[in-house]
């Protein structure tokens, strides 16, 4: 790219550096200290967020970036993340566990068929935001790495972090699966976006569309996930912003959805939908999973229930193994349990999930439906039978299911037999298979990697700023988006002219009412007049007739 300058003393034979050398070292130095930044991911504390925020982190060292991935030490532990070019910015504490503890609850709470505790979930979150954000350790390192930008999962507890890069000083911006029209001020209509806590596609009845409207308008007026004084409480020194009104200042917001896999959704010019950045190419399997899927000529299916589900009730392990007993296929199981059968099923509480499933010889997939998972089955183009767990899981397997990707089953009420012929169905009905791979080569042609589209966003944020793509509605009081001060006015003029034509019908139906009793007077008195005649008339009359009898 430069040319290097060496001039050659013939006498010496050794070539002497001039200041060209000079030049082009000093010059390299400034190129990288102009292109080359630091970035700072705070994902949510588990594996699963951890991970596809991590394939984000690596590519963006692609562009010459050095990244530090936040993580507690549980997590950093597992070393089952690809951590290859990234720097790990472990913390701890003796909260720390408390996602990785209701993740157990909310799981206990499913297979004893009892209502989660939302409220419960709620809090414990607050208070590990909390945790974070009050980690001085945690927050003394990032500002000794002096970040260009801090990317924070988009989750809605984790807005809660936009204080520690407000307080800071570093420009923010949200990466991740959650579709929140209300923080980031996206325009958007409660009649064709159903709530993720519910298992609604986007073509919804009036019942399905009222839950959505008084769903959605709650977290308008009331803020749930996060302290509404949070930089109050974490930043006192800072200038007073609502959360709300800081969310709404990140540089640019990038969403794990997209119309192929989800549902079609407005956005903004700062508001991308991106698809699932967990997503990767296939790489060769290990062993002993290559050796194991290679071999099954009748193909494979894939089982899975997530990082937190790898054990499971007596009940519930016995029937889906009669049931994979049963099938002409291999399987590989995610599960806490030594294989008996180990020709047939192969077991394992740790599997290459995104590899297994780019395998030509998969053809099913069960999963729990978490985003992570399902993007991957969509990826790969494999069909899924869904087993929703909790939380957005219902609604994730409601999509595959309308979209034609897979079935969906009660893993808690349905029999051997019914799990042996749904895996039966979605195997043998081409469907399901052509459905899911057609998907899979729109995903690829609009999407390729999305964490490759991320990493272009984030690198053009970072370089020039998210400040032009911004639109007037995100930065303008909350009260003037929802055009509040007009429907008051609007209130008031429609009050002041009830009030008006109110006291005018008043004293109209007084004045009638005194016209209407004169008037009534002058009449009672015409016809007692008139009455006195008739009856006067009337008398004479008769007094006549006798006269002449």
């Avoid at 982190?57 to 997590?75: D, K």
């Amino acid at each position: 790219m430069f040319r290097l300058f060496i001039q050659v003393i013939p006498d010496q034979g050794t070539p002497v550096i001039r200041w060209g050398v000079f030049f082009y070292l000093i010059l390299t130095l400034h190129i990288q200290s102009t292109f080359c930044k630091r970035v700072v991911v705070v994902p949510v504390p588990n594996v699963s967020h951890t991970r596809y925020l991590t394939n984000v982190a690596r590519a963006l060292t692609s562009y010459g970036h050095e990244a530090w991935v936040c993580m507690p030490v549980s997590v950093a532990e597992q070393n089952v993340l690809n951590m290859t070019g990234i720097h790990v910015l472990p913390y701890s504490s003796k909260e720390i566990n408390v996602v990785e503890d209701y993740m157990r609850y909310v799981r206990d709470a499913y297979w004893e068929d009892r209502r989660v505790d939302m409220g419960r979930m709620n809090t414990i979150l607050l208070d590990h935001m909390t945790m974070m954000v009050e980690d001085k350790k945690l927050e003394a390192a990032i500002r000794g790495i002096r970040p260009d930008l801090m990317i924070i999962d988009n989750v809605p507890h984790m807005r809660t972090i936009a204080v520690m890069a407000y307080k800071l000083d570093i420009p923010f911006a949200f990466v991740g699966p959650l579709y929140d029209p209300i923080p980031y001020r996206v325009p958007f209509t409660t009649a064709t976006m159903p709530s993720t806590l519910f298992p609604h596609t986007h073509d919804m009845t009036f019942l399905q569309r009222l839950i959505s409207f008084a769903i959605h308008y709650a977290t308008v007026v009331f803020e749930v996930f996060s302290h509404t004084d949070a930089v109050r409480r974490y930043a006192p020194d800072k200038p007073y912003l609502p959360i709300r009104e800081l969310t709404s200042r990140s540089e640019i917001v990038l969403i794990e959805s997209d119309p192929v896999m989800d549902y079609p959704k407005v956005s903004l010019p700062n508001v991308k939908l991106i698809g699932g950045t967990a997503v990767t190419e296939a790489i060769p399997l290990v062993e002993p999973f290559k050796s194991f899927v290679d071999t099954a000529e009748n193909g494979v299916v894939v089982v899975s229930f997530g990082t937190y589900i790898i054990d499971l009730p007596n009940s519930v392990f016995d029937k889906l193994l009669t049931a994979f007993q049963r099938l002409n296929l291999k399987v590989v199981w995610r599960v806490n349990v030594t294989s008996p059968d180990p020709e047939k099923i192969l077991t394992s509480q740790w599997i290459p999930q995104n590899d297994l499933l780019g395998h030509p010889n998969v053809k099913a997939f069960v999963s729990h439906c978490g985003q992570s998972s399902q993007y991957e089955a969509l990826f790969h183009g494999v069909p899924t039978l869904c087993v929703p767990i909790f939380m957005d899981q219902a609604y994730n397997a409601e999509r595959a299911r309308s979209k034609g990707f897979g079935k969906t089953i009660d893993l808690k009420i349905v029999s051997d037999e019914d799990i042996f012929f749904h895996i039966q169905e979605i195997v043998s009905n081409p469907s399901y298979a052509e459905s899911v791979q057609k998907a899979s080569r729109l995903f690829k042609l609009n999407y390729g990697l999305p964490m490759n589209k991320a990493a272009f966003w984030l690198d053009h944020v970072i370089h020039y700023g998210g400040r032009y793509l911004r639109y007037a509605g995100q930065t303008m009081p909350g009260y003037q988006f929802y055009c509040l001060d007009i429907l008051s006015l609007l209130i008031l003029v429609t009050a002041v002219v009830c009030l008006v034509f109110y006291y005018m019908f008043k004293v109209l139906l007084v004045h009638f009412l005194n016209i209407l009793r004169m008037y009534t007077s002058i009449i009672f008195l015409l016809f007692h007049v008139l009455a006195n005649l008739i009856h006067r008339f009337y008398c004479k009359d008769v007094q006549f007739k006798s006269k002449l009898s």
